[in-house]
């Protein structure tokens, strides 16, 4: 085991437990079964947390809080669902107001059963939580060795599920900067994404290290402009460089295109920044939500 996986910080969310499931945690957390002993520290801060431990079921209230929590951990994180409720909604999986288990609103990595779950299981489970992270943290760590070997590749249809699974990932910091997740980013269903892969004039790029899909942006033309669209990548991988050369990669494969137009929400300074740097100027706005307006950017080709 790794130094990484030694001392992990766990954050602890009841999504709407009987309380049940919770004591179990607590009494592991306590000096009964005491895993501070073995490094493990509970922590209230998700921005410190490697380990998001969820116990109860996913109701209307809780969905939006654990999407919240999620993606506010640091990569790599884990998760963890605890209890019978947390596997699946568990003896409230046909109460009106319940949507499910921890796994239909984000991934899950290891489920610890029982009802209540016993303090022994769940230690088991945050150990095996320690082996997803420590295989997390050395695939990352091996990408992040290898970004000088990245591709820039066209991207075809069959990619479309790993592009939306690092779309919504790539979105999530979006949605925390808006408060608002009903970005259409965050909304794409799989089969809208391959409708747009079978559109003509829709071209895909894709920013690939060891196999692996960590970036991407899209494009099409209107007329003699190309509207270039979802610049996304992993958040692990931001600030090297790979947003601008994929802005520079898809503009590449508009060689007719005598303008290139972009648009970004008008709080996302980094976004803004790039665009910025790479010789785009805003030129209108238009509302999208309360929260959200659109920034629309413009290039001439030189
Ligand atoms: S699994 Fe059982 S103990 Fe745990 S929250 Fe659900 S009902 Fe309560």
Same mark, same amino acid.
């Given at each position: 085991?790794?130094?990484?996986?030694?001392? /992990?910080?766990?954050?602890?969310?009841?999504?709407?437990?009987?309380?049940?499931?919770?004591?179990?945690?607590?009494?592991?957390?306590?000096?009964?079964?005491?895993?501070?002993?073995?490094?493990?520290?509970?922590?209230? &801060?998700?921005?410190?947390?490697?380990?998001?431990?969820?116990?109860?079921?996913?109701?209307?209230?809780?969905?939006?809080?654990?999407?919240?929590?999620?993606?506010?951990? +640091?990569? /790599?994180?884990?998760?963890?669902?605890?209890?019978?409720?947390?596997?699946?909604?568990?003896?409230?999986?046909?109460?009106? &107001?319940?949507?499910?288990?921890?796994?239909?609103?984000?991934?899950?990595?290891?489920?610890?059963?029982?009802?209540?779950? %016993? +303090?022994?299981?769940?230690?088991?489970?945050?150990?095996?939580?320690?082996?997803?992270?420590?295989?997390?943290?050395?695939?990352?760590?091996?990408?992040?060795?290898?970004?000088?070997?990245?591709?820039?590749?066209?991207?075809?249809?069959?990619?479309?599920?790993?592009?939306?699974?690092?779309?919504?990932?790539?979105?999530?910091?979006?949605?925390?900067?808006?408060?608002?997740?009903?970005? +259409?980013?965050?909304?794409?269903?799989?089969?809208?994404?391959? *409708?747009?892969?079978?559109?003509?004039?829709?071209?895909?790029?894709?920013?690939?290290?060891?196999?692996?899909?960590?970036?991407?942006?899209?494009?099409?033309?209107?007329?003699?402009?190309?509207?270039?669209?979802?610049?996304?990548?992993?958040?692990?991988?931001?600030?090297?460089?790979?947003? %601008?050369?994929?802005?520079?990669?898809?503009?590449?494969?508009? /060689? &007719?295109?005598?303008?290139?137009?972009?648009?970004?929400?008008?709080?996302?300074?980094? &976004?803004?920044?790039?665009?910025?740097?790479?010789?785009?100027?805003?030129?209108?706005?238009? +509302?999208?939500? /309360?929260?959200?307006?659109?920034?629309?950017?413009?290039?001439?080709? *030189?």
């Amino acid at each position: 085991m790794s130094s990484f996986s030694k001392s /992990p910080w766990i954050i602890h969310y009841d999504a709407s437990s009987c309380n049940g499931c919770d004591i179990e945690t607590l009494a592991c957390l306590t000096p009964g079964f005491d895993i501070e002993r073995l490094g493990v520290i509970n922590t209230g &801060n998700p921005k410190h947390a490697d380990i998001f431990l969820v116990t109860g079921a996913v109701n209307e209230q809780s969905k939006d809080v654990i999407r919240n929590i999620y993606h506010q951990l +640091p990569e /790599p994180k884990v998760v963890v669902a605890v209890g019978a409720c947390a596997l699946s909604g568990g003896i409230f999986s046909e109460c009106y &107001n319940i949507s499910g288990g921890v796994d239909s609103v984000i991934p899950v990595d290891v489920y610890v059963p029982g009802c209540a779950a %016993r +303090p022994e299981a769940i230690i088991d489970g945050v150990v095996l939580a320690l082996g997803v992270l420590e295989k997390k943290q050395k695939e990352m760590t091996s990408l992040a060795n290898s970004l000088d070997q990245a591709l820039y590749l066209r991207a075809e249809k069959s990619d479309a599920p790993e592009i939306l699974a690092l779309q919504k990932t790539a979105y999530q910091s979006e949605a925390e900067i808006y408060g608002d997740d009903s970005l +259409p980013a965050l909304q794409q269903t799989l089969e809208e994404l391959q *409708k747009d892969f079978e559109r003509p004039e829709q071209v895909f790029i894709k920013t690939v290290v060891n196999g692996k899909i960590i970036g991407s942006v899209r494009g099409h033309t209107v007329d003699d402009t190309a509207c270039i669209s979802r610049v996304i990548v992993h958040p692990y991988f931001r600030g090297r460089g790979i947003g %601008r050369r994929l802005v520079e990669e898809i503009e590449k494969t508009f /060689p &007719n295109a005598k303008r290139f137009e972009v648009k970004t929400g008008h709080r996302s300074e980094r &976004n803004l920044f790039q665009f910025h740097a790479q010789g785009y100027q805003e030129f209108k706005t238009e +509302p999208f939500t /309360p929260a959200i307006t659109w920034v629309y950017l413009q290039k001439e080709r *030189k």
